[in-house]
């Protein structure tokens, strides 16, 4: 805002255009890499985060900032449902929910990283400097993933691909019959009730109410944010070896979407204002919630034919990201209602948003019908 003289509004619309262009681009993403395999488009999208994450660095005004924030979104739209087809071709199915916990965890670490240890970095050499690093570490990325998933299987099969035509479904089918699978609908209200109010809250409105309601500074208000963090870091590689001991995803899934309802419904009940250890202990697991959601993508995984994964995890991601982009506003207007931000009658009434958000969660793990497929151990 400084450097280039911009309003609030304006940094807004930087942030929303790659929330905008994430959202999108799910579903489309989901069904092309389906269809095309999920190699080429994770290279891909690595390579324009890294292209919009280094133009961002170098950016001399407000047209190339917004220019490079749509790069990286289109580019971080591929990364998470690519990641989950790779999983789900590479390794056995009871491997899977060991790894995409993991790959959770690696989410949430760097979420981590984003919060102090990049606030210390841009003091100490401004706000360029790490975009331009982490750029320039994305593109090096790139090429580590084409040689890994795109040259190195070239060179195994002595650079000779079948050219044999393959006839697609329409994308509307695909999506049709997307929308009418009862466990497509139940992963996305599981991402919908359990990340969404999560990723909402935490995004906007943490840190204003750590401030306002328990008068803590803006660094102290921050480790509440940070809480959160650490439970989702823990969340992701727990609960996927839980669901892998037990040899069921909907139980924990269950168990924990319950526990998430009943943790906003303190807030709520508490009139906005629980004791602060209190307050810190359901921040912490909100966000053990946050990462276990990766059960979300073992669920998929186990219900659906491996060429259909991409697609169902693009809708399932969607959920997600609707129900994020939508609490940060609703709560937004009852604190607007109550006239004041800092109001706690106002925190008080907008804990219902996220209470009655992460009921859909609870009901969608309901809806999830579980069972031995007999392809369990092999891998696709």
């Known amino acids: 805002m400084s450097e280039f003289h911009m309003t609030a509004s304006v940094i807004g619309l930087l942030t929303g255009a790659q929330f905008l262009a994430y959202a999108g681009l799910q579903i489309p993403i989901g069904i092309f890499s389906d269809r095309f395999g999920p190699n080429v488009f994770l290279v891909t999208g690595t390579l324009f985060s890294g292209i919009g994450t280094f133009l961002y660095s170098i950016s001399p005004n407000e047209a190339c900032l917004l220019v490079s924030r749509v790069l990286a979104g289109m580019g971080d739209a591929t990364i998470w449902i690519n990641l989950v087809l790779i999983l789900s071709q590479w390794f056995y199915?009871?491997?899977f929910v060991g790894l995409i916990g993991y790959a959770?965890?690696?989410g949430s670490v760097g979420s981590l990283l984003a919060t102090v240890p990049l606030?210390?970095?841009?003091?100490a050499s401004g706000w360029r400097q790490p975009f331009f690093v982490t750029g320039i570490l994305l593109l090096a990325s790139t090429v580590m993933l084409y040689v890994v998933l795109i040259r190195l299987p070239q060179k195994r099969e002595g650079g000779t691909h079948a050219n044999t035509k393959v006839r697609h479904e329409k994308m509307?089918?695909?999506l049709k019959r997307i929308l009418k699978s009862r466990q497509a609908r139940a992963a996305f209200l599981c991402h919908f009730g359990l990340v969404g109010t999560y990723v909402?809250?935490?995004?906007t409105w943490a840190v204003p109410y750590g401030m306002h309601i328990f008068g803590m500074n803006r660094p102290e208000a921050s480790q509440l944010v940070m809480t959160g963090l650490i439970g989702a870091i823990i969340g992701a590689p727990v609960t996927?070896?839980?669901?892998s001991r037990l040899g069921s995803r909907k139980?924990?899934?269950l168990l924990i979407q319950t526990l998430i309802f009943l943790a906003w419904t303190v807030f709520f009940l508490s009139g906005g204002k629980p004791p602060l250890f209190f307050a810190v202990l359901l921040m912490f697991v909100i966000g053990y919630g946050n990462g276990a959601s990766a059960?979300?993508?073992?669920?998929?995984?186990?219900s659906f034919d491996v060429r259909e994964v991409g697609s169902v995890s693009g809708f399932a991601n969607t959920g997600g990201f609707l129900s994020a982009v939508l609490l940060p506003s609703l709560f937004g207007k009852v604190l607007d209602h109550f006239h004041a931000e800092a109001s706690v009658v106002g925190y008080h009434y907008g804990f219902l948003i996220p209470a009655f958000f992460s009921l859909f969660g609870v009901l969608g793990t309901v809806m999830i019908r579980e069972k031995i497929r007999a392809g369990e151990n092999q891998a696709a």
């Not at 909402?200 to 995004?203: D, E, L, P, T």
């Not at 996927?240 to 669901?243: R, T, Y």
């Open 93 to 95: 199915a009871k491997e």
């Open 104 to 106: 959770g965890m690696a």
């Open 119 to 123: 606030t210390a970095w841009i003091s």
């Open 172 to 174: 509307l089918l695909v």
């Open 200 to 203: 909402g809250f935490i995004g």
């Open 240 to 243: 996927g070896w839980i669901a």
């Open 251 to 253: 139980k924990p899934y």
């Open 295 to 302: 059960l979300t993508f073992a669920v998929v995984r186990h």
